[in-house]
Each structure stands twice: as C-alpha cells, then as structure tokens.
C-alpha cells in the first residue's frame, strides 16, 4: 500500500453524515475566511504559519460516531465505516480529498486516499499509521448517532473519549464539535442530554482535545421546527428531520464562529 503523505490536509474534519448533506462545503468555507481573518484575530505567528496555508478536507461517514472509529473488533459496529453500503454502494461524502472541493461519495476503505480498514486496528490508527493522516488541525464533529447511548449511559461516553484520545496521536491538536440540532424538540432534548454528558467525559478525561458545544440555545432556536432548513417534499412537509441543509449549516457556524475559532487558536498555540 502507497501511503503518501499528501493524502492529509492540514486541516481535516471527521464526521457523520451531517457533512455528507452541505455541512463539509461550509467547513471549507469556515476555514478559508479563518485564515483571512487570523491576522485580526491573534499575534500568535505559531498559529499563523501553520495555518495560513493550510488545506481543509472533511470527511462525513453515515451513521457513525466515535465508537465506530475507534473500535478494532471485526463486526457490525466496524463494519459501518468498513463494508460497502449494501443500499448506496458508497457510505461518505467528501470534501477537499486530494484537492477536490466539490463533495465526492466514495466508499471508506476503498482508494488509495481512504485506507482506514486494517485487521485489528481501528479507523483512527488505520488513518494516523505512519503519518497516511496527519492534519495541523483536526475537527470531530459527531452527536446524532450516539445520542441514545451517550444520554443513557454517561459511562460509555466516557470510554468513547478515553478510545479517542488513546488513538488520536498526542502532536495532532483537536477540538470536538457536537454536530447542528435537529428539526424535532424531542430529538433535541435528548441529544441536549447526550452533549452534557459528552462534554463531561472530555473534561473528566483531560481538555487535549478542546470542546465547542454545538447545541445551544441560539442554535436550538434556529433550527428546531424550521421547514427552511430542511429537506421538505412537495407538500412542505419535513422529510428528513436529521440532516440540516446548506442554509442551516451556515446560520448554525454563524452562531458558533466565534467560539470555534477562539478554540482553533487555543489548540494551536498550545
């Protein structure tokens, strides 16, 4: 296997499929108008010269979350990054990979670019292993897919974390972003629960990786029961409650753009 460096950005975003349905178009526009915007924002010239330049990619795989990235055990929970979607064919959406922006769909473990499948090793040592990834910056941004398990049992959230951080090597900053509220108020309550506990797990185990809470009540407000920001059918009915459009992923890094970035240049200076 050829694993050449040039495969990681410098800055990566990883994800569910919320970045599959517009949010990983609006990451690399996030981060193209942050490096314009660096020299108002900070006179670190650490954090400038590693990102001034910087590419960004994102990577959105469905209905995964931390424990799908971080388990090595051969089966259905490995198998959501690892096997070929039996519905789609692919299971990604992809953005800035090789230097393409335009949103590409492939399947994770398939091309020379999305080697992340090894017998007895995770996703994430899969990614990082002899420096096939290795971002300046790195961005998880997960919440949907493990909110019942996160709010239920605050325990594995915790072990989740201890997993991510045990895999993800200690020289690559990382900030956790809890992923844009849904269009359901019951959906967003128990996912409120999720973020709490999740937020509580990293804290427990050390602030390595920085924490920006996506669910808030400004962002709650935005999209909850907004048919505008999502997929509706002919009859203005919701479609799908779960995935945010194009127009809501720019309100919701509106309202957090400017805890994000003060989290950016905290991980970088550091």
Known sequence: MNRQKNYSPEILVIGDSQISFGAGKVY????????????????DNAVWEKLRNAQTAAIGVRSTSLQNWTTREEGKVKD??????????????????EGNKNRKYVNIGQGKAYQFCKPNRSAFEAMFENGYYKPELLILAFLGNSTDRWAEEPQKALEDV?????????DVPCIFLTTSPSYD???NQTRWTAQANIKQ??????KRCEFVAGFTSKTIQAAQGNKDFFKTNNEGIVT???HPNLDAARKFFQL???ELTAAVVKVISR
Not at 28 to 43: A, C, G, H, R, S
Not at 80 to 97: H, S, T
Request: proline share 5%.
């Open 28 to 43: 690399l526009e996030v981060f193209e108008q942050l490096k314009k915007d660096l020299p108002n924002i900070t006179q």
């Open 80 to 97: 959501v990054i690892c096997e070929v979607d039996k519905r789609w064919g692919v299971n990604a959406g992809v953005y800035g990979i």
């Open 162 to 170: 201890k997993a991510t951080m045990s895999q993800i090597p200690p």
């Open 185 to 187: 108020k019951a959906t």
């Open 201 to 206: 797990a990293f804290e427990k185990n050390g």
């Open 240 to 242: 799908d409650i779960h």
């Open 256 to 258: 957090k753009k400017e």
